[in-house]
């Protein structure tokens, strides 16, 4: 672990890559293929900044509730290694943001504000209590961030994975007018060529490197669920891309008063690693949880590691 923190909120971070630490790198309990995912779904109208907007969701297990909120091109298929451990002890509901997943683009214009007061709403309309722990990843850590300076009761803890926001803060013109053209130009690109991908060993690798550290280490199964599903169902790409770029929330997060736990791969490569030191230094109080050896998506590269950090801190007092 890094003792000392970047000065420059991880835009131009150059972290030494840490030792190949893979004991525990894709190693999956396999519990989501058992599940019966269909009879879990469910759908709820929400009305909120982004219209009256239907939001798919699941729903599983019995206890404290959490809340988890997916990044961009994601869905709630993000927590398929998450959800089944989680829902031992508590009542899990993972949605698919307006314009992602199951759930259609909504009628209002898309921003960083109106996906956080759309997570509020969202909370109120399935009846989670202010106990709710919320645990944002990548830009669903970025809206996590507004639904709580926004509302600042309305949830007891907060974990932010990989979150965006702050190394995107300063991206402004035509430099993010390019970012999301690309994003949008590469969606029928990873659509058509997903599924072959995975079974070819440089395609593959090529295809997710920019996400995780060892794409040839994780299984088939949940490369599917990130790479083929979300690129056709993600039509909101392209506007909540641009919305987040040059969006600069940094001076309302000493606002955050809950606890809160920072979870962050040491070889993010999308969303370098300095930017969890500077969420650290703006969040009073807040807990860096920082996983060697790992990329952007630490809940599926290092699923029981991270299942174990949440559980950990969720079940902390105070």
Known sequence: MTT???????????????????????????????IDWSERIRQVTVDSALGQTP???VDQGEGPPI?????????????????PFLADSH????????????????????SMSAYGDLVLR????????????????SMGGFIST??????????SRLSLVSAAGISFATISGPRKSLTAAIVKGMIPVAASRAERNLYRKRLRTASF???IAHPSMIGNEILWELGTYAALRSPALFAAAFALGGYDNRPSLAEIEIPTQIVWGQQDRLVPVGAAYSYARRIEHAELSLVDD???????????????????????TG
């Open 55 to 57: 939001v798919s969701y």
């Open 91 to 110: 009542r899990v509901v993972a949605l698919d943001l307006p314009g992602f997943g199951l759930s259609p683009m909504p009628t209002e214009e898309i």
């Open 146 to 155: 507004e639904a709580v300076t926004s509302a600042p009761e309305r949830f």
């Open 122 to 137: 969202f909370a109120d309309a399935v009846g989670l209590s202010p106990e709710t722990f919320l645990i944002g990843h």
């Open 67 to 83: 809340l988890l909120v997916h990044g961009l091109g994601g869905s709630w298929r993000n927590w398929l290694e998450n959800i």
């Open 4 to 34: 000392e923190a970047p000065d420059n909120d991880g835009l131009l971070t150059e972290t030494p890559p840490p030792a190949p630490v893979h004991d525990d790198y894709g190693v999956s309990d396999g519990r989501w293929l058992k």
């Open 209 to 211: 490197a920019g996400v």
């Open 294 to 316: 790992c990329g952007h998506m630490v809940q599926l590269e290092r699923p029981a590691r991270f299942n174990g950090e949440i559980s950990r801190f969720a079940g902390q």
